[in-house]
């Protein structure tokens, strides 16, 4: 499994675009890009996964580089409800892996002011 | 959108007693997971399962742990005997088919208090 490197935390207003990076140097090429956050008292929530290039959907846009070592996760006009641990996860597809083990890291605390 | 529910949110029990942990997986999923949550510390995957079997478990998942899911119903997680470090919250998650390119539901989490 990939290890990731993430910002420890963040700030940001809300209204403001808020970019996250996560480094994955050591990234295979079975391996996939999966974001998620946590907010207190809940369980971690899936937002966005990718492979190369950019994905986008209702909720954030990921972009990942061409060597696919970084990647960034764009979160647009932030709210207060956005205040959350963001997570970046690699996993493994590879032979001898079973099921789609995520491995968590300290995630990136994001904080939104008022 | 689909939901895994865990069942109770809060348990407080006394060391040495045993507890169980009931997660109600989303429904056409086949592939189930527990994780680990100290306070203020990062989430630890702890085991998964599939077809009745564990696939893979971690350092955390002590002799003391066991995970069923009997007849199709909830996928538990037992813990017996407990130990004051069990202290935790503990979250279930399941996925259609284990792929890596799938996401993992979550629940809510259980909080599993030792005393």
């Known amino acids: 499994l990939a290890k990731t490197t993430q910002p420890p935390s963040m700030e940001a207003y809300e209204g403001q675009e808020v970019n996250v990076s996560c480094s994955h140097t050591n990234i295979a090429t079975s391996e996939y890009i999966y974001w998620y956050r946590q907010v207190p008292h809940q369980g971690p929530q899936f937002i966005i996964q990718g492979y190369k290039d950019y994905v986008v959907n209702e909720v954030a846009s990921l972009f990942i580089s061409a060597d696919r070592k970084l990647s960034t996760l764009s979160l647009p006009w932030v709210s207060l409800r956005d205040a959350a641990v963001y997570y970046c996860?690699?996993?493994?597809?590879?032979?001898?892996?079973?099921?789609?083990?995520?491995?968590f890291g300290i995630g990136t605390l994001l904080s939104v002011k008022p | 959108g689909p939901k895994v529910l865990q069942i109770p949110s809060h348990q407080i029990i006394d060391m040495g007693q045993m507890v169980t942990l009931n997660c109600d997986p989303v429904?056409?999923?086949?592939?189930f997971y527990w994780y680990k949550q100290i306070l203020g510390q990062q989430m630890e995957f702890l085991v998964n399962f599939y077809n009745g079997k564990v696939m893979e478990k971690s350092k955390l998942f002590k002799d003391q742990f066991s995970v069923e899911r009997p007849d199709g119903s909830y996928f538990t997680l037992k813990i017996q005997p407990t130990a004051l470090e069990d202290s935790a919250v503990y979250f279930c998650a399941s996925s259609v088919a284990g792929l890596s390119n799938e996401r993992l539901f979550f629940g809510h989490g259980t909080k599993l208090s030792v005393l």
């Open positions: 429904s056409n999923h086949l592939y």
């Open positions: 996860i690699v996993t493994d597809d590879s032979y001898g892996s079973s099921g789609n083990k995520l491995i």
